[in-house]
């Protein structure tokens, strides 16, 4: 017998360790399996302390949501446990958040979540409490490859929804013990099934923020963990090399930024301009005309790959994002001349920056990703590097 997980067990000697965050989707997918006669076990990571990231006394250190977590589980009669992940976190994801930003980059701390924490340690803790699979409350689909058997990555879906670009970094190994069940839901779908089981989180909003950034002012946490990120220093014409201005901190610009650079009219000449790239060993913020920000190209590093074509010389067709809202673009991937995974984009994009992430497809599959470490302008006369 084949059970809905895809597992060779009756449901109820099947083990599942859930990632609870609190939120409505992971709850839906606890009580969902608890439901279906699976063996629950819910497990909710704290991860970091609000207080002590934006050094306010009295902050809320995330109980709300581990109260919530655990309030569904006491409920729906499963076992839940809290685990104290705050240091691996703060190692691994906030302390590298941070020097991210002080080398002139964007960082996507989710995915280093997922990638360092929640599918590394939480995984192996999975293991040693003897589950046959982890599930999470993440919109995105495990398929089987009819031909090879072997687990595939797709997009969700609900393209809205869709979180396939934070989970890139996914290793087969991982793949074949995680399970997505609310890749075919929109959310809608998924509040509804709350609201069935009688759910108090049936309503709770969507975290819209970095989770350890709650009120969205990331340079504020920045500045806490590294205060130097402030220092001062010159906006530069990436043309000509004309100071126009100076900048109050480079963590405070990003590439395609327009607004709040208080330039003076005098030096721009009414010429409208966007940061083009920062320059973090000189403490530099570049900034040129929009043309300047066209990108051909960009390299990847830590590349992580599900397909099982292997990266060669020859370009190889596929879609990409370098953004988790845009949608996929048609794109090429090879290993460049230095043997550097390149990927040219079929037309120039715009706000491409070092340190964002970039996932590939083909169709619906997640073929991987990698951190951009350069991207190649058609116009600033240089390359743009991290």
Request: glycine residues 10%; negative net charge; charged residues 25%.
């Amino acid at each position: 017998m084949i059970n809905s997980l895809g597992i060779a067990k009756e449901p109820k000697d099947t083990r599942v360790v859930v990632a609870m965050s609190g939120g409505v989707d992971s709850s839906v997918v606890a009580v969902m399996l608890k439901e279906q006669g699976y063996d629950v076990v819910g497990i909710t990571l704290r991860l970091y302390d609000h207080g002590e990231v934006l050094g306010k006394k009295g902050a809320c250190c995330a109980g709300q949501d581990i109260y919530d977590a655990k309030r569904v589980a006491d409920e729906h009669g499963f076992a839940h446990y809290v685990l104290d992940y705050e240091s691996r976190f703060k190692d691994s994801v906030i302390e590298e958040f941070a020097d991210s930003y002080l080398k002139g980059e964007t960082p996507i701390p989710c995915v280093r979540c997922n990638q360092e924490v929640k599918f590394k340690d939480l995984l192996d803790t999975a293991r040693d409490l003897g589950a046959d699979c982890l599930a999470t409350g993440h919109y995105i689909r495990r398929m089987n490859d009819e031909k090879t058997g072997k687990a595939q990555l797709h997009q969700a879906v609900d393209p809205l929804k869709d979180q396939s670009y934070f989970l890139f970094a996914t290793t087969q190994e991982q793949l074949d013990f995680l399970r997505f069940p609310l890749g075919g839901n929109t959310k809608d779908v998924t509040r509804q099934m709350a609201q069935s089981y009688g759910m108090r989180v049936a309503d709770k909003p969507d975290s819209q923020d970095i989770c350890f950034v709650p009120n969205g002012d990331y340079a504020s946490v920045v500045t806490k963990i590294r205060p130097e990120a402030m220092k001062q220093g010159d906006i530069v014409h990436c043309y000509d090399g004309r100071v126009l201005g100076t900048h109050i901190g480079i963590i405070n610009y990003t590439v395609g930024q327009r607004r709040g650079l208080r330039l003076g009219g005098g030096e721009t000449q009414g010429e409208p301009l966007y940061v083009v790239g920062i320059d973090a060993p000189n403490n530099r913020v570049l900034v040129g005309p929009r043309e300047a920000l066209a990108c051909s190209a960009l390299f990847l590093k830590d590349v992580s790959w599900l397909g099982e074509v292997t990266i060669s010389e020859i370009p190889q067709e596929i879609t990409v994002k370098f953004r988790s809202s845009m949608e996929p673009i048609k794109a090429f991937v090879m290993l460049s001349a230095d043997n550097r995974v390149k990927v040219t984009f079929d037309e120039p994009q715009y706000g491409v920056s070092p340190g964002q992430a970039c996932a590939c497809y083909c169709g619906t599959r997640v073929l991987g990703g990698g951190w951009i470490t350069q991207t190649q302008r058609d116009m600033a006369g240089s390359d743009t590097k991290g």
